[in-house]
């Protein structure tokens, strides 16, 4: 079965960035796919961040991350990415890998489309 495996994670101050990296199998990326990520605190339920198709068009943006964070994927189509730029405290938390087996659809940020989940990476913004 498919497999997602973040890495990228680490400890930055305010204003600073990070990359994000995601290792996709290749039962994922070879149909059909929407790559995402979410990321969760423990004082809120899953929130998705951004997502992309795997043909590398229709990116998506959640409202907190437009325009500071950038959502991509390789040519070889077997990595995702998340550039992270200007970050904030309110960005940390742990940030997943998600795939859906069908591109994405409007309601794009629904956690119960994806059925591939990475281990997650732990991000922490600090003062």
């Known amino acids: 079965q498919g497999q997602l495996v973040e890495s990228g994670g680490g400890s930055v101050q305010t204003g600073g960035s990070l990359t994000l990296s995601c290792a996709i199998s290749?039962?994922?990326?070879?149909?059909?796919?929407?790559m995402a990520w979410f990321r969760q605190t423990p004082f809120k339920e899953r929130e998705a961040v951004a997502a992309?198709?795997?043909?590398?068009?229709?990116?998506n943006y959640a409202d907190p991350v437009q325009g500071r964070f950038t959502i991509s994927q390789g040519n070889a189509k077997n990595t995702l990415y998340l550039q992270m730029n200007n970050l904030q405290v309110e960005d940390t938390g742990i940030y997943y890998c998600?795939?859906?087996?069908?591109?994405?659809?409007?309601?794009?940020?629904?956690?119960?489309?994806?059925?591939?989940w990475g281990q997650g990476t732990q991000v922490t913004v600090s003062l």
């Open positions: 998600a795939a859906a087996q069908h591109f994405c659809m409007a309601d794009w940020q629904i956690t119960a489309w994806y059925n591939y």
């Open positions: 992309i198709n795997n043909d590398g068009r229709s990116e």
């Open positions: 290749r039962d994922i990326y070879y149909g059909n796919a929407c």
